[in-house]
């Protein structure tokens, strides 16, 4: 069964107190999916156990053993590791506001029910997706405890870690939730995850640095979130420099805001015409 | 409260229309909903009967005209008019990751109802959709009877003033069906309004005090059903199957005055009129042959097929 939503848009222009979630009613969504994740954890949460053992045991002690002098001082699989952090995020957060949530507003029709309570659009996108940078959190820090557990963290600083994996989970959830507001069809993900989500992963500078790289390469990696989060991540596990983490944040977070009406319009043009 | 609140209409719409794209769905219609009494909108497929449900609990934009639901605005007071009415939809949307008992918490916490009260909440709408005994199981365990009765019972999480059906009935068997209708006349005595869709007509002519009839967007008639089938059919109805050499028209021609209006279709004439059994003795039969004849009494259904015509609809 392949229900197709068709294409809606963008809409007409909001007002601007229809853009403003109120912050009692996205709890409330929020709630929703966390009682539904709170059944399905532990199956959940196993195969992020196991996905940063597998990059760290091919790419840290297996190509690392290859990189003797490690990257900038460090050695290569303390290198890695807290990109893997901010990378289980990322997949988190991609897979939550793609297919999950097209699920539930397509397939399960829950977003005309919840709409039809005194939840508005803001509100519901808003709860989805603080759910979602939740739920990225959570595998972070399943893949903090894993990497700190085998002793490649080195700075006390990795405690702080999660808040800012939320920021920047918060970040990819309203790309991820933008695209599925706005896709006509199911088959589109392929182009997100593909031409999106899997070079983010590539070229953030989890698995080399820039600097031997042509200078362009960095930046267009600036303009992803994945990037910033990574530098977040690597600086708070090996010592961080507070002033560089403030400006990752702050792109972080005013991107998230900068995008946050875009699904909020989609959603309200496609589901209350 | 006051004798004008008592008698204020629930939903009042004054020059209601709205069009997708091109398509005109709902075409500058004036209604209104008095409290109190269950309204049901009849018409067929594509009529505009959702479109205007959808208006009223929010799930459509108001394209022209008024609309006023609780008295409020509808284009402007959208969450404080949901916060106060319940909805059954078309389609059967609970939440298949919850138990029974949790849609009805969640429903309740989407009201901004605490988890201390959202839980005794449910176990009362539990009692009340006579599902009790399956409240920790999963909605896909249901059957299509139950998780109607629960999808009523999730829209009464709020106390609400104004319940809208749309279709509430719709794929029920028979036994289903009478609890649906039982749960709707329990809320009726309690004073609640209720405003439903329906394509059928035994279930409007058994709930509905008031009706109105939809057909391409526009309302066709208005009454409470006794009216309508006085006014549309009259009393009786004599059903005819014609033999093939008889002429339907010049048979119709024949009764002049005497019948109140007639159908046909297939070559089965229906004719209406106060006493069906006299006009059956005043036919000429030698003229106008007959396969079988049969009377009996005006139905709602009469007056729907009169006023929307036989012809199947486009669409679904």
Known sequence: MSYEPGYAGLGGRLAVRELIPSPRHAVAIWTRNARVFSKLWKGALLPTFLDPFFYLLALGFGLGTYIAHGINGIPYKEFVAPGLIASAAMWSSAFETTYNVYFRMNELRLYDNVLSTPIEPADLVAGDLLWSASRATVYGIVVLIVVSAVGLVSSPWAILIPPFVFIGALCISVIGYSFTSLIPKIDLYSYFFTLGITPMFLFSGIFFPFNQLPGWVEVVAWFTPLYHLVEITRGMATGPDGVQILIHTAWLAAVTAILFPIPVRAIRARLVP | ?316
């Open chain 2, 1 to 316: 409260m006051t004798g004008t609140e008592d008698t204020a209409p629930v939903v009042l719409a004054r020059s209601l229309g709205k069009s997708y794209g091109g398509r005109v769905a709902v075409a500058r219609i004036d209604f209104q909903v008095a409290p109190g009494i269950c309204f049901g909108f009849l018409g067929p497929n594509g009529a505009g009967k959702t479109t205007t449900m959808k208006m009223i609990y929010g799930l459509a934009t108001v394209g022209e005209g008024e609309l006023r639901v609780l008295g409020m605005d509808a284009r402007i007071e959208r969450r404080q008019i949901k916060s106060r009415i319940g909805v059954v939809p078309q389609e059967t949307n609970l939440d298949g990751d919850l138990t029974v008992r949790e849609n009805l918490v969640q429903q309740a916490r989407y009201f901004g109802i605490g988890p201390d009260q959202a839980g005794p909440r449910a176990d009362e709408l539990l009692e009340f959709a006579l599902i009790g005994d399956r409240a920790d199981e999963r909605i896909h365990a249901l059957s299509g009877g139950m998780k109607r009765r629960l999808l009523i019972a999730r829209a009464l999480v709020n106390d609400p003033e104004l319940i809208v059906l749309d279709e509430p009935t719709t794929g029920l068997d028979p036994q289903a069906r009478l609890a649906v209708w039982r749960a709707l006349e329990r809320l009726r005595r309690r004073g609640v309004t209720l405003l439903l869709t329906t394509h059928y007509m035994d279930e409007a002519a058994r709930l509905c005090d008031r009706l109105l009839i939809m057909d391409e967007g526009s309302i066709v008639t208005e009454g409470d059903p006794g009216t309508l089938i006085h006014v549309h059919a009259g009393r009786e109805a004599l059903e005819l199957d014609l033999a093939e050499e008889c002429d339907p028209e010049a048979l119709v021609d024949s009764l002049g005055e005497r019948a109140n209006g007639h159908e046909l279709h297939d070559g089965a004439l229906t004719l209406f009129a106060e006493d069906a059994e006299e006009l059956l003795r005043s036919l000429d039969h030698d003229r106008f042959p007959t396969e079988s004849a049969m009377v009996r009494r005006a139905t709602l259904e009469d007056v729907f097929l009169r006023l929307t015509g036989r012809s199947l609809r486009e669409g679904d």
